[in-house]
């Protein structure tokens, strides 16, 4: 039984000491300097419920975020799966302001901007001293959504 208690205190001394180092690797998001990004988008329900993607369901992101004028600018690569066949592709790109507020969990901040009349989320979490930012599109992607890395 001391043997097993042992064990017990190493095992949660271990998690609490990786919990405390990973915390410490979190960076607060940027407030000056520019990011460069790449994401791709999920869609994995789209095609069971029949949605009809009208110009397209996008396929990835590039773009930057601009922390200094809180500016963020995006190329959007579409398909449009729907016939005739083959699908076709379009790019649209796009530059909008963005607001910042708390992240949903520790270390992360999500920023909010419009696009076509449309509002967006991004949620952001700065990794490796702040030097990449993890991108995860928020609850407004109601069909699919976004993954990506910022690189300072």
Request: hydrophobic letters at 40%; aromatic letters at 12%.
């Amino acid at each position: 039984m001391r043997y097993m208690s042992k064990k017990i205190y190493q095992l949660l001394f271990g998690l609490a000491m990786s919990a405390a180092l990973s915390t410490q690797a979190l960076a607060a998001l940027p407030t000056t300097g520019t990011c460069g990004f790449v994401g791709n988008f999920s869609y994995p329900f789209t095609y069971l419920y029949g949605n009809n993607p009208g110009n397209g369901w996008g396929l990835n992101w590039l773009g930057t975020i601009n922390f200094s004028t809180s500016t963020i600018t995006i190329n959007v690569v579409f398909i449009d799966p729907v016939p005739p066949l083959p699908p076709r592709q379009s790019q649209q790109s796009y530059t909008a302001t963005f607001t910042t507020s708390s992240g949903p969990i520790t270390g992360a901040s999500t920023i909010t901007f419009s696009v076509n009349g449309g509002s967006l989320a991004l949620n952001l979490m700065p990794v490796n001293s702040g030097n990449t930012i993890l991108v995860q599109g928020g609850p407004v992607f109601s069909d699919g959504g976004f993954t990506g890395v910022c690189q300072m």
